[in-house]
């Protein structure tokens, strides 16, 4: 199984990003997915869920300004992020709930102020 996480960068603070993760070897369909993310000097943290049936639960950091979304047919997962905040600076991940796959790279975002 891999989830590559991609799509962060450079964006001033109010801005917006889109992140991608594209999955193989598993259907993110049929699972609980969740995007985390790691600010440095932090541990991992959560960020945002979507079950199968589509219900989507987030942090309540990010409550109101990120969106996670699933594309089946693409067999990915994304997350809009709005309104970005410094402190939304991190490496982005995506994975299942509980995280029991490899974490890979990750995708960096970081928001200047």
């Known amino acids: 199984v891999q989830l590559q996480a991609s799509g962060g960068g450079l964006v001033q603070a109010g801005g917006s990003l889109i992140l991608s993760c594209a999955a193989s070897g598993t259907a993110v369909s049929v699972n609980l997915m969740g995007w985390y993310r790691q600010a440095p000097g932090k541990q991992r943290e959560f960020v945002a869920r979507?079950?199968?049936?589509?219900?989507?639960n987030y942090a309540d950091s990010v409550k109101g300004r990120f969106t996670i979304s699933r594309d089946n047919a693409k067999n990915t997962v994304y997350l809009q992020m709005n309104s970005l905040k410094p402190e939304d600076t991190a490496v982005y991940y995506c994975n299942l709930i509980p995280p029991i796959y490899s974490w890979g790279q990750g995708t960096l975002v970081t928001v200047s102020s």
């Open positions: 979507i079950t199968s049936g589509g219900i989507t």
